[in-house]
């Protein structure tokens, strides 16, 4: 999930991908939370990412992201939801996003 957006599976994230082509992307990140219940685990995360298109000025969000993972059987976690919050930072243009 992202701000704006209707919630969107994986397809529509892979055809949002495929149009950041080009961009180069720079992050950092820092867990706020981890909890594990069972088979279910959350991650509350601080994130600020800078993306630069080839020919222009470079763009910087932060904000926080809730990710959900799932245990299968097998013992490996899968991520189950994601949801961004990410936001220009202050004298920033917004970021293209995956559509």
Known sequence: MVPGREPFGKEA??????????????GSSEIVELKIQDDWAWIRTRIKVTI???????????????????????????????ANLLAPESGGSPAPQPS
Not at 13 to 26: C, K, N
Not at 55 to 74: A, E, H, M, Q
């Open 52 to 82: 630069t298109p080839p020919t222009g000025k470079p763009n910087v969000r932060s904000g926080y992201t809730l990710t959900i993972l799932r245990k299968n059987v097998d013992g490996a976690w899968v991520l189950a939801r994601d």
């Open 13 to 26: 994230f892979a055809e949002g991908s495929r149009q950041l082509a080009g961009l180069t992307i720079d």
